[in-house]
């Protein structure tokens, strides 16, 4: 079973929208696990506390690096990779999504405030990942993202198999253009390449589709897909094994 454990200055934020629909779904079945933790549980004081003033001075708090250390101990008893979602991170991509999807799970770190001690991060050898050129409140909506986009992955989860495979980024392109029923709905059609029952004419117009949109809306996945692209056509082909030919 994949196994998502949180940890986090709010628990009940868990399984939010985790909880709902395909995720949702998946989790009552028992195709994956969710686990809170609070990390104000692992503090040594009455009054819970988890962060502390800035080495250096500055504005804002920072997470102690010996109550998350605490936390982190408690809870991290297999090999599962240890993630912190942090704006800093390298940027998630649909590939390191399914490279989680196929492990056990993860351990993620949801900081606050003005960001955690960077001893804890080096000691307890995390990862930083981040969703996104952007700052959130904490890494809990982040963390949220992050699981949606594993979960959705695992087998049983979506419907149909081909519903992953033909996603945006899947082969490194923006998805296609979809349209349904109504035929016209405002004066706008739906194109007949689709509707006319032929299968390789589909094919090839939601490729070109998919092509344009990448190349006007990301040009740097453009870039990389046709970098990939000029790689693979130099790649010698193997000839086959001629057979000797008979004397005479």
Same mark, same amino acid.
């Given at each position: ?104 799970? /993860? ?96 094919? /090839? ?44």
């Amino acid at each position: 079973m994949w196994r998502a454990t949180i940890l986090t200055l709010f628990p009940e934020m868990f399984p939010g929208p985790l909880g709902q629909s395909l995720a949702g779904k998946a989790l009552a079945a028992g195709l994956w696990s969710l686990d809170p933790v609070d990390i104000r549980a692992h503090a040594s004081d009455r009054h819970r506390t988890v962060d502390d003033t800035p080495a250096g001075g500055g504005p804002g708090m920072v997470m102690k690096a010996d109550v998350l250390a605490r936390a982190v101990d408690a809870v991290a008893t297999d090999e599962r990779p240890r993630l912190l979602m942090s704006p800093r991170g390298t940027p998630l991509t649909q590939a390191r999504v399914e490279a989680l999807t196929k492990g056990p799970g /993860a351990l993620i770190l949801c900081g606050r405030f003005e960001g955690i001690d960077e001893r804890l991060i080096a000691g307890r050898n995390f990862e930083e990942l981040s969703v996104g050129d952007y700052v959130l409140s904490g890494g809990e909506i982040a963390a949220c993202v992050l699981i949606d986009a594993c979960v959705r992955l695992l087998p049983g989860v979506m419907g149909k198999e081909a519903s992953g495979a033909e996603e945006s980024f899947a082969h490194g392109l923006l998805e296609y253009p979809q349209y349904t029923r109504p035929q016209l709905w405002e004066g706008r059609p739906i194109p007949d390449v689709l509707t006319c029952g032929d299968h390789a004419k589909v094919a /090839a117009w939601r490729r070109a589709a998919a092509e344009r949109l990448t190349r006007a809306r990301r040009p740097d996945l453009w870039a990389a897909h046709v970098a990939r692209a000029g790689t693979s056509a130099k790649q010698p082909r193997k000839r086959p094994d001629r057979k000797p030919e008979p004397d005479g």
